[in-house]
T-cell receptor, first 112, second 115 residues
Framework: GENVEQHPSTLSVQEGDSAVIKCTYS??????FPWYKQELGKGPQLIID?????GEKKDQRIAVTLNKTAKHFSLHITETQPEDSAVYFC???????????FGQGTRLTINP | NAGVTQTPKFQVLKTGQSMTLQCAQD?????MYWYRQDPGMGLRLIYY???????DKGEVPNGYNVSRLNKREFSLRLESAAPSQTSVYFC??????????????FGEGSRLTVL
């Protein structure tokens, strides 16, 4: 089955700097890659997703890149702000009847 | 709209006790899911219901049962709780039939401790 590895497990950056979280997946048939943000005491919330027919997608300060050949995808957050502090999860899926498989999570801390 | 509502938010059980986690969504979604979240292991799917009347096992179904009571409600039951079931449980819903084909909307979680 699919296996998703996420790095780093913790990340601390200065406010205003950029943060990058990376994920690798094992199943070359996976074609849907969402990112979820989980704030303290809350459930995860989708922040951006990408499908395999696209190499990059941006939404204001966040972007996701996908390299299907290398089977990895990354979340980029620019101009980080204190409210970006949270746990971020990547995931991968083949879609259809297959299940979404999550990475282990990255705890991002933005230092003022 | 409340979105996805889970009850209870916290529960402490003794080994061998049973309990049911309740979940309800008001977004008229067809599909509902139960995940567990453990440190360093991300979110793992326990069971899901692609539509009213159907349920399927996920990655870690052992020790759990589910009931899709109607389109709004999806419950998770632990028949004989074990310490390994200490976790935070999340219910989620989506418009589409199976995970991986659309956005998941999560509840706020239920923290369960089994002593």
């Amino acid at each position: 089955g699919e296996n998703v590895e996420q790095h780093p497990s913790t990340l601390s950056v200065q406010e205003g700097d950029s943060a990058v979280i990376k994920c690798t997946y094992s199943d070359s048939a996976s074609n849907y890659f969402p990112w979820y943000k989980q704030e303290l005491g809350k459930g995860p919330q989708l922040i951006i997703d990408i499908r395999s027919n696209v190499g990059e997608k941006k939404d204001q300060r966040i972007a996701v890149t996908l390299n299907k050949t290398a089977k990895h995808f990354s979340l980029h957050i620019t101009e980080t702000q204190p409210e970006d502090s949270a746990v971020y999860f990547c995931a991968a899926s083949k879609g259809g009847a297959q299940k979404l498989v999550f990475g282990q999570g990255t705890r991002l801390t933005i230092n003022p | 709209n409340a979105g996805v509502t889970q009850t209870p938010k916290f529960q402490v059980l003794k080994t061998g006790q049973s309990m049911t986690l309740q979940c309800a969504q008001d977004m008229n979604h067809n599909s509902m899911y139960w995940y567990r979240q453990d440190p360093g292991m991300g979110l793992r799917l326990i069971y899901y219901s692609a539509s009213e009347g159907t349920t399927d096992k996920g990655e870690v179904p052992n020790g759990y049962n589910v009931s899709r009571l109607n389109k709004r409600e999806f419950s998770l039951r632990l028949e004989s709780a074990a310490p390994s079931q200490t976790s935070v449980y999340f219910c989620a819903s989506s418009e589409r039939g199976t995970p991986g084909t659309g956005e998941l909307f999560f509840g706020e979680g239920s923290r369960l401790t089994v002593l």
